[in-house]
DNA sequence: AGCGACAATGTTGTGAACAATCTAGCCCCA
DNA sequence: TGGGGCTAGATTGTTCACAACATTGTCGCT
């Protein structure tokens, strides 16, 4: 059953589940007929999808599913970077002893799908727990942002996961980060977090630089891919 | 002399400068006449506004223009404040000698304007001065996620020159800022400009607190100021 | 007087029609 | 054969009218 009828929310599931290919045309009398919907409200989530950075809008020409660069991904894991250190700081301050009971069973159920093997399992908990410390964190401003990064680089996800022995590092980086949280050590979650997601951009990096060597026509290559540290 | 016709930069304009109140009604009509566009374009205007935070639309009962909450524009800091710490570091790498030059005449006239007292040019060279930092990093993603931040806290921003000493303070804070931007050195230029923000998110409660001692009745004062150290 | 139903008004949401603009295919001519 | 201009179709941008909804003031009843 689907949950919401709102065209907007309909297409953005549509373009962030790879429905629609990068750069594919969107015409919104199609559209409009698809979701069974008016063109004005299909119009209206366009215009929210631009704001959103998941599409482009030219005028008189419409409106094309937006292709996220490589340049573009390290510029937005960089900002998520720097967000997640600041929502990890705030975590650690505030956590009551119900969210580290959640954090801590979210771990051990990763720690059981890394046992048996189901890589998609452990990356979707990857992600609940993520939300979970954004969460404990309660800063909304910084919240909403994260959403949208997540939705705008969702293509470049799915290869990082599949670095060998990569997994198994990723689950240590969480327990070390929920320790952190548990014993409300600020600088320490920080600096946990800190280095889980500087090893998540050079994995990013890997995963795009492997991506390319398969097939190094798909997309124009930047040429300043190594600029962090 | 007007630079734009497009309602949705004249109406973002109107509002970051006081023109309409905070939690005023703004009627898509009213606002079509005012700025001699159709009520579409008006209608578009609001969705992008909405988006980027500075008003609030319920169904069927229109816009008004948001209030941020003393709570929201420590929200706001804290991520300007993770944001420009990152574009920082960035900074500090990638700045040229000409980028340095910039900066170090902006400082200048930094420094001259505060001699003369001129606190209001002091404060939009402090803006420029931190703009300029933005674009040597060339980090897009981030650019523009500060750049929205600013309109929607500018409402807070006025009264934090006015706390005794701070300008003094500032201009050092930027002049250390500067300096490990040509030193290229990456984690004094982090260090320096979490220093200054750390200062700034200060005077920013500072602001909101001796504000609130003015007129305590304004807003419903929200209970969880001190939440970072 | 107090209170609830209800009409009157103002405002937003939506669909249809039309105008403006872009794109692609075609023809004509060198 | 190949290129330039032109027409026809497709698509977006805009206006208008009207329906849907919320709010407010009024009237009648107790």
Redesign the interface.
């Known amino acids: 059953m689907r949950t919401t009828n709102d065209p907007c929310d309909r297409l953005r599931q549509a373009i962030v589940s790879g429905e629609f290919q990068p750069n594919e045309r969107l015409v919104e009398a199609d559209l409009a007929v698809r979701f069974g919907a008016g063109r004005t409200a299909i119009r209206?989530a366009l215009?929210?999808l631009d704001?959103?950075g998941l599409i482009v809008r030219e005028p008189h020409r419409g409106a094309r599913v937006r292709l996220i660069s490589a340049r573009?991904a390290f510029?937005?894991e960089?900002?998520r970077?720097?967000?997640e250190?600041?929502l990890a700081r705030?975590a650690a301050?505030?956590a009551t002893s119900s969210d580290v009971a959640d954090l801590r069973a979210i771990l051990a159920t990763m720690h059981e799908r890394l046992r048996d093997g189901d890589t998609l399992g452990y990356m979707q908990l990857n992600a609940q727990l993520h939300r979970r410390i954004w969460k404990v964190s309660d800063?909304?401003?910084?919240f909403k942002?994260l959403v949208t990064?997540k939705s705008q680089s969702i293509r470049f996800q799915y290869g990082t996961i599949l670095r060998p022995g990569r997994p198994e590092q990723s689950l240590r980086e969480h327990v070390a980060i929920v320790a952190a949280i548990a014993a409300h050590d600020?600088d320490a979650c920080d600096a946990a977090m800190a280095e889980h997601l500087g090893h998540a951009l050079e994995t990013l990096r890997w995963a795009i630089e492997s991506q390319e060597r398969e097939r190094p026509w798909a997309a124009p290559r930047e040429s300043v891919l190594r600029?962090?540290?």
Do not use: G, K
């Open positions: 209206a215009a929210v704001q959103e573009e510029e937005i960089q900002v970077n720097a967000l250190r600041l705030s301050q505030r800063n909304q401003v910084a942002m990064l600020t600029s962090q540290p």
